[in-house]
Structure formats: C-alpha cells, structure tokens
C-alpha cells in the first residue's frame, strides 16, 4: 500500500470518528465498535499486538477477581467488557499510525476544513423546522436556566463533540501563537464551534491547559507570550462581560455560573464530586479495592443513584459521568493505581513536556478526567494517544537549553 493510499485511508477513518461516529446508531454504540473485529484482524500483523495482548491480560485478571467476588449480571458484565476491548484495541491502532501520519501535509487543515463546512450546515438547519434536533443539543443544563441549543455536530451530545474538536482547536491555537501563522476562517470557525457547543468544562479546560503550560515552560515560551494579542482579547473580554452585565444580565452564561457557585448546578456537581460520591459507595457493595466490574452499576447502583437525586422523572439508565470515578467504582482503589500509574509511566517514559503541543493536550486531560468523560471514551483515549506520541509535529518542540561552556565545563570535557 503506497503512503498515500494510507494517508488517505486515515483520514477518512479521522474524519467518521470525529463527525459521524455515532450518526443513526443507538445511544453508546459507535461505528469505530462495530468494527473492532476487522481493526483486530489489522492487528495481529502489527507490533501493537504485544501492548493489546497485555491490556486484555490485566482486563482479564481483573475480571477473575469479580467472577471470584461475584458478578450480578453476568451479561452486562460481558457486553461492557467487549466495549472496552474494542476500544483499546482502536486506540493502539490509531496510536500507531499517528507519527507517520499526523506530519503528513493538510490533515489538521482537512479536518477543520470538513468541521467549517459541517459548521455551515448546522447553522442552515438551525432555522429549519425539525432540523435543528438533528445536529444541535436542546436538553436543559441547569435549572433557572432557558434551554438553548448547542451545537453537537452528528454526535449524540454536545459537550463529547466539543471534546473531539479539541485537538484541533489547541494545534490552530499554538500554531497562531507559537509558528506566527495568520489567524484564518478554519482557526475562526473551530472558535465559534466551540463556544456554540456551550461546554463550559472543555472550554475552561482548554484556558487553564494554556496557562498551566506557560508556567510550565515559562523559561522558554514568555519570549514567544503575543502581549498585544492577550491585552486585546482582555479589553475585548471586559467589554462584553460588561455589557452583558448591563443590558442582558439574566443570560444563559450568567446564569449558569451563579448555579455552578452557588452549587445548584446539577450537571457541574454531577461530573465533580458528586460523581465521587456515588462511586465510592457503588464500589462499596462488592469490593472497595477491586470494584463492582464493568456493566454493573445499573444492578448495583441504579436505586441508590435514584435515592442519592431524588429524580421526579425517573431516567432510563444511569451513568456515573467521570472518567475517575467511573474507573473506582468499576475496578475501584486497584484501577486507580493502574490508571495513574500508566498515565505517569507513559508521560515520562515519551517525554510529553518536550512538546508544546502534546504537553497543552496532556494537561488538558489530566484535569477534564476529574469533571468528566467516562472510562470507556474513544474520544478521551485519542487526546492521550496524540498527548503520548513521541516525535510527532516537531514544529512546537521545545528548544534545547543552550550549555555553557565555562572554564570548569572546559576542564572536565578536558
């Protein structure tokens, strides 16, 4: 297979699993699952059969140890447990392909060129009757607050397609700041896709990832800081925030933080400590230390989490919306030790802060696991896969430190 035929093939799989993944499927099925077995059979004939085979190994004890406990549906148990496989087995192919294929010329540029027409497709059907259900999210956010439609893409909610488009939106973002790049309609339309998409906790994540990682690499990124760009955006900001305040005090924005600090928010408090709240006591009921296993919170949890809300309109399944404790209540105290203990092997081991690029996702993530997502998020395992890919766009490469050579370097080189 030529490069570019391979090229090719990538980015029409990027492209379905950034816009259409989940188009015409039932609710948490996706098209990248169903075709776990064919990306399994691609594989076998790949060296990422050795880390594939290991992650099956420690899935698999793990789940010895709950058959050993107790398994109270046996079926659940195996279905959540196939999903899990599928993407462990997607996420090592795409952690493959990425260095060859992520410094190929025009792939973030064609995937945000594909999200701008997409965009203008959405904002067509936003004005036509019924089409506004199919690519934008109407479902209340925080109580006081009037329903507005955000901008979920074909996805199946909002804040997932904002996650997805983050790593674009960080690569546009440092390629203005860091490469000197003009700022152009794809970098523009990436913006207002996100701020249309309303997802506060990705749009905060990608604020405080920035800041984070200019303290990070202060000694080598406060030369490069675009002042007159940052005190603009700050006046800009000021400006709006003002006149909001003046003459549209009761907006959707205003109202939704007052809720989130005045802890009314229960989609906020739902995705942060809460949800840890729920998963201590979830994991509880079988094993504090090894979990309830996968599938198992709808047996096990769904009255306490029915108890723990007081819902007036009792919902069809119950989710634990974060990615850490989701992981404790489902392979509890053990599963957070391999979690963080992976995350921390694999950010030394590739070196993630030598990368302006990778070390903005990494952080990004870091903090987005503690107020969302959910362990078995393809797209979540993307943003760490890009985050852990050594020598990949050397463009945003932190420079070497310069040495010094005085007398005493001299005398030892000597």
């Known amino acids: 297979m030529t490069e570019s035929k391979r090229h090719s093939i990538f980015l029409g799989i990027a492209t379905i699993f950034m816009f259409f993944n989940s188009a015409g499927l039932p609710d948490g099925l996706l098209y990248t699952t169903l075709l776990a077995p064919v990306f399994l059979l691609f594989l076998l004939n790949q060296k990422g059969i050795k880390t594939y085979l290991l992650f099956l190994l420690v899935t698999g004890a793990l789940g010895m140890v709950h058959a050993i406990t107790g398994i109270d549906d046996p079926f659940s148990y195996v279905r959540s447990f196939a999903m899990l496989q599928a993407v462990a087995i997607f996420t090592i192919i795409t952690y493959n392909a990425l260095p060859g294929q992520?410094?190929?010329?025009?792939?973030?540029?064609?995937?945000?060129?594909?999200?701008l027409l997409l965009l203008g497709i959405c904002l067509l059907l936003r004005f036509?009757?019924?089409?506004?259900?199919?690519?934008?999210?109407?479902?209340?956010?925080?109580?006081?607050?009037p329903v507005i439609p955000r901008l979920k893409m074909f996805t199946y909610e909002a804040s997932y397609y904002s996650?997805?488009?983050?790593?674009?939106?960080?690569?546009?973002l440092l390629k203005c700041w860091l490469c000197k790049a003009k700022v152009g309609i794809l970098f523009l339309s990436l913006i207002l896709s996100l701020l249309l998409s309303f997802s506060l906790g990705v749009i905060a994540g990608i604020v405080i990832s920035l800041l984070l990682m200019i303290i990070f690499r202060f000694n080598t990124v406060h030369t490069k800081l675009p002042v007159r760009w940052i005190l603009i955006a700050s006046v800009l900001l000021i400006i709006l925030t003002l006149g909001l305040y003046?003459?549209?005090?009761?907006n959707a924005l205003f109202l939704r933080l007052h809720n989130i600090w005045a802890g009314k928010d229960t989609s906020a408090r739902g995705r942060t400590y809460e949800a840890f709240t729920i998963a201590w006591e979830v994991?509880?009921?079988?094993?504090?230390?090894?979990?309830?296993?996968?599938?198992?919170?709808?047996?096990l949890g769904r009255d306490y989490i029915i108890q723990y809300y007081h819902y007036a309109h009792i919902p069809q399944t119950v989710r634990i919306p974060n990615a850490v404790a989701e992981t404790l209540s489902i392979y509890g105290i053990a599963g957070l030790i391999i979690r963080f203990g992976l995350i921390l092997f694999l950010f030394i081991r590739t070196r993630v802060w030598n990368n302006y690029y990778r070390l903005s996702l990494f952080i990004f993530m870091f903090i987005y696991q503690f107020t969302g997502s959910f362990i078995s998020n393809t797209a979540e395992y993307m943003?760490?896969?890009?985050?852990f890919c050594p020598g990949i766009l050397r463009a945003f490469e932190v420079p070497p430190k310069k040495e010094k050579h005085d007398e005493s370097t001299v005398y030892q080189q000597g």
């Open 102 to 115: 992520l410094e190929q010329s025009g792939t973030f540029k064609t995937l945000a060129t594909v999200n």
């Open 128 to 145: 036509i009757p019924g089409g506004a259900d199919w690519v934008w999210y109407t479902v209340p956010i925080s109580p006081g607050v």
């Open 163 to 172: 996650l997805l488009i983050t790593p674009l939106v960080l690569y546009y």
């Open 246 to 250: 003046i003459f549209y005090p009761q």
């Open 283 to 299: 994991a509880k009921m079988k094993s504090l230390y090894w979990g309830t296993g996968p599938g198992q919170l709808k047996s």
């Open 383 to 387: 943003i760490w896969a890009i985050a």
